[in-house]
């Protein structure tokens, strides 16, 4: 193979017929020029040059080598351009998974705002709070091992204990995670993922608490609409439910105690160079996260 920089230097040297001017155009010193020009003649076992006082003249070779070399550069630079034109203007599909709660609630409306400003863009959506394999793309909570996957950090989210003013109401509240096994508990499990304790943390003392729940559901949708309809007390992300407590639908019970803090991120295929729609829309979540936590601060 020859190297790129090799050929546009040969090229210049044919024009001015001059190594030395040739090297100062583009930035070389002569003697790594020298160096150029005698690494390609000897990987295409050929003079291309006869070297003389005053000026470099092309041999026959030269003259049909350097011919060749000018096409084969229009032809890289059209498809470069060309390549660079197409990313300008994004386009295809854009697949993404995320969780079903965080989809419906928060980003799908983020994500319209996103195909407004690409119009060339599609989207596929998948909500599923299951690892699903339908899109190289996944919106994940969790420290993902994964080694397969790259994955670029999105924001964080404690998990709080909810429940809505109706509940509270009818059956009070809990004053300590201990009481909360006295309650109506919402849970949510993901497969053989079942979640059996709650875990929360004051004065640096890790507190698990075991739970009996009333209801179960793979969906973190519903296990917040329940808790908002007041059928008991669920364990939520902050994310899925601080529009709610701020607007008065479910309250944050327990802020003495300090609960997971769960990392949130876009994970998808190794690759050294992401596609360009990829990038932006990691981006593009990555400021409006931001935005999101500066509207709505953890209690």
């Not at 909360?180 to 497969?191: A, D, E, R």
């Given at each position: 193979m020859y190297h790129l920089n090799d050929l546009k230097l040969a090229i210049r040297i044919?024009?001015?017929?001059?190594?030395?001017?040739?090297s100062r155009e583009l930035n070389l010193t002569p003697a790594v020029a020298s160096a150029a020009l005698k690494r390609l003649e000897q990987r295409l076992n050929c003079q291309l040059f006869v070297r003389s006082t005053?000026?470099?003249?092309l041999t026959e070779e030269g003259q049909l080598f350097i011919e060749s070399s000018r096409e084969a550069i229009k032809i890289l630079e059209l498809a470069s351009n060309t390549l660079n034109n197409n990313n300008d203007q994004l386009s295809g599909d854009l697949g993404l998974s995320m969780p079903s709660d965080l989809g419906r609630n928060i980003v799908g409306a983020w994500l319209d705002e996103f195909l407004t400003a690409t119009p060339c863009l599609t989207l596929t959506l998948h909500l599923s709070d299951h690892m699903s394999d339908l899109m190289d793309q996944k919106i994940r909570y969790g420290h993902l091992a994964d080694s397969a996957l790259k994955r670029r950090y999105l924001t964080s989210s404690p998990r709080y204990v909810v429940t809505s003013p109706d509940y509270i109401n009818a059956?009070?509240?809990?004053?300590?995670?201990?009481?909360?096994?006295?309650?109506?508990?919402?849970?949510?499990?993901?497969?053989?993922?079942?979640?059996?304790?709650?875990?929360f943390n004051k004065d640096n003392q890790r507190i698990q608490v075991p739970i009996s729940p009333i209801k179960t559901t793979n969906d973190g949708a519903l296990l917040r609409e329940w808790a908002i309809a007041g059928h008991g007390i669920a364990y939520k992300s902050w994310i899925d439910i601080a529009k709610d407590a701020e607007q008065g639908r479910l309250k944050v019970l327990l802020t003495d105690y300090l609960t997971e803090d769960i990392p949130l991120q876009l994970v998808y295929?190794?690759?050294?160079?992401?596609?360009?729609?990829?990038?932006?829309?990691?981006?593009?979540?990555?400021?409006?996260?931001?935005?999101?936590?500066?509207r709505y601060p953890p209690p």
């Open positions: 044919t024009d001015l017929q001059n190594i030395s001017a040739a005053r000026n470099m003249q059956f009070g509240q809990p004053n300590s995670p201990a009481e909360l096994q006295q309650h109506k508990l919402l849970n949510w499990n993901l497969g053989n993922k079942n979640h059996q304790q709650w875990t295929l190794q690759t050294d160079y992401p596609r360009k729609q990829l990038r932006m829309v990691i981006d593009f979540l990555q400021h409006k996260f931001s935005e999101f936590s500066k």
